[in-house]
Nanobody, 122 residues
Framework: VQLQESGGGLVQAGGSLKLSCAASGRAFRSLAMGWFRQAPGQEREFVGVISWSGDSTYYADSVKGRFTISRDNAENMVYLQMNSLKPEDTAAYYC????????????????WGQGIQVTVSS
């Protein structure tokens, strides 16, 4: 499984961005897909996860109500819609995949994208 993020960039506080993650391979429908982020000098932080079916999502408290994860299994894509962005959301964002149930720890995930930078200016 190979993952590639896109859609990052610079945005003002209060603005929105939508990240995309394209997955290769025919196993996409079996994968739980997570989003993580990492700011300089910080540990990689869980943002949210969507189940393989798309029926369930779970978010970190810091983004709940502002971020939404969705997926399109026909297109092998997963998305992270980020609204009401804050400067503290500035980080490199990573999509990750694992077979089976959703996980919230980076150690749960076997496959990772290279990451994409999101910068929120105040």
């Amino acid at each position: 499984v190979q993952l590639q993020e896109s859609g990052g960039g610079l945005v003002q506080a209060g603005g929105s961005l939508k990240l995309s993650c394209a997955a290769s391979g025919r196993a996409f429908r079996s994968l739980a897909m997570g989003w993580f982020r990492q700011a300089p000098g910080q540990e990689r932080e869980f943002v949210g996860v969507i189940s393989w079916s798309g029926d369930s999502t779970y978010y970190a408290d810091s983004v709940k109500g502002r971020f939404t994860i969705s997926r399109d299994n026909a297109e092998n894509m997963v998305y992270l819609q980020m609204n009401s962005l804050k400067p503290e959301d500035t980080a490199a964002y990573y999509c990750a995949a694992r077979f089976g149930v959703s996980g919230r720890s980076p150690y749960d995930y076997e496959y990772w994208g290279q990451g994409i930078q999101v910068t929120v200016s105040s």
